[in-house]
């Protein structure tokens, strides 16, 4: 980066207070993200697997094995933007520059990815390898790790640091998820499916683009890294082969990896399920994620407001036991009950409401973060950046490949137009059925384990 250039108070933080203030809070980590991931999570998500599968009509093992093969290129590329980061020193701080660099790498980024030529196969398959690894490898991987690394380096004060990890929860995934999966149905549902759509998807998705460039802007401006390290940090690598003496920090990585396939295989799964399981088009497809999103989600709203007391009450450990039992609960329903509608529902509010605890996993990040500081001397802010990326990254290729494998094997049936009506493979179904409740079922027993592992190592520390 040119000397000089981040010391002009054009670029200063407009969040100047030694403590977090409701405008780091509001604006910072819950407008600003906010804008970013509904951004991302329409473009990027599942909605990109249905405009490959039922816009582009395209498939073959290439398309099935990229999602992963990319999540283990956004892996290396972490590793090498972590040291980058790490070793940035600027009067804006680590991360908040790269942010900002971000912001516009990713709208390019994203309009390529609806940029697919109607040319050869051959020529497709090059367009769409090469746009999606433009867009997570580079673009998201940077703005993923710089936004990832805001919060431990905000604040010492753990309240605040709990209450920062709240607010960056909701706007990672309760807002943009609720948004998106509630609006964007009935917008695919306007701008239709098959060939004739495809100029349609990328007018729409080129408007979403933009939003990238206000949001990074918001979240640049009103935030804070008020943290400096007191040693230079230790390379990357070192950082790991050091994390590897704490079991404590092990078991809340394991944590982390756990939530994030739990939520990665629902989302990737949830337009196919509703379409072909509970529906047998597109168009009724979007009446159930209506359902689903609106009355399924509804506690999330109620469990949001009630959390802050209940963890003041119970504490962060309870709280996040509580909810995985909750979770274990609704999934359970939600796969007995496919073809009932209101018990499925029900199940759905009941394991949404066992999600909510997980907005404080970051949170435990943190704490970990600190105390090998304290053993150690170094902090590892870098290292549980590109963990928690890595860890988001490789569990949304697992799933959308998952996804494409099974529409491959399994004789998916593209519908060439949103009213068409189609009875897909029951094997098919079966499996958008377990990615749905069974593989977050499975993750939420062994959080529920993991957690408890946690609480007997926390209390033997503390007696200590």
């Known amino acids: 980066m040119k000397k000089g250039f981040w010391d002009k108070k054009l670029l200063d933080s407009r969040i100047q207070s030694e403590d977090v203030s409701k405008a780091e809070m509001f604006l910072g980590y819950l407008l600003g993200p906010s804008l970013m991931f509904l951004m991302t999570t329409a473009l ?12 582009i009509g395209i498939s073959g ?3 099935i094995i990229m999602p992963i093969v990319s999540k283990v290129l956004v892996a290396v590329m972490n590793v090498v933007f972590s040291d980058m980061i790490a070793r940035t020193k600027t009067r804006q701080g680590k991360a908040r520059p790269w942010l900002l660099l971000s912001g516009v790498l990713l709208p390019l980024a994203g309009i390529l990815l609806y940029m697919v030529p109607k040319a050869s196969y051959r020529l497709q398959v090059l367009w769409i390898l090469f746009s999606y690894n433009v867009f997570f490898v580079l673009a998201f991987n940077l703005y993923s790790l710089s936004h990832s690394m805001l919060l431990p380096r905000s604040t010492r004060t753990s309240k605040q640091r709990d209450k920062l990890s709240l607010f960056k929860n909701i706007a990672e995934g309760m807002i943009p998820g609720t948004l998106s999966v509630v609006i964007m149905p009935f917008i695919i549902r306007a701008i239709g499916v098959g060939s004739d759509a495809q100029s349609a998807w990328f007018r729409f998705m080129l408007l979403l683009s933009v939003i990238a460039i206000p949001a990074a802007a918001i979240e640049y401006y009103f935030t804070k890294e008020r943290i400096e390290d007191k040693n230079d940090s230790l390379p990357i690598f070192a950082q790991l082969k050091e994390s590897f003496r704490y079991k404590d920090w092990l078991m809340v990585v394991g944590l982390l990896a756990l939530q994030q396939l739990n939520s990665a295989f629902p989302n990737s799964a949830m337009i196919y399920f509703s379409n072909w399981v509970l529906g047998n088009s597109v168009d009724s497809g979007a009446n ?24 003041r009450k119970f504490g962060k450990y309870e709280t996040l036991r509580a909810g995985y039992l909750f979770g274990i609960a609704g999934n359970l329903i939600v796969l007995l009950c496919v073809k009932n509608i209101p018990l499925l529902l029900g199940g759905m509010m009941i394991r949404s409401l066992g999600t909510v605890p997980m907005m404080l996993s970051i949170s435990l990040l943190s704490d970990a973060i600190d105390r090998v500081e304290e053993r150690s001397g170094n902090r590892f802010d870098s290292l549980g950046a590109s963990l928690n990326s890595i860890i988001h990254n490789i569990s949304l290729g697992l799933s959308q490949t998952a996804i494409l494998l099974s529409i491959d094997r399994f004789g998916y049936i593209v519908p060439q137009s949103a009213a068409q009506v189609i009875e897909q493979p029951a094997m098919l179904k079966t499996f958008f059925s377990l990615a749905m409740a069974g593989i977050p079922l499975v993750c939420f027993v062994g959080s529920f384990f993991l957690i408890s592992f946690i609480m007997k190592d926390e209390k033997k520390r503390s007696e200590k």
């Not at 159930?288 to 963890?311: H, R, S």
């Open 44 to 55: 990027s998500g599942t909605y990109l697997m249905q405009f490959y599968t039922d816009v």
């Open 61 to 63: 093992s290439l398309i």
């Open 288 to 311: 159930y994620q209506f359902l689903l999103n609106v009355i399924g989600q509804f506690p999330v709203g109620i469990g949001t407001m009630l959390l802050w007391p209940v963890v």
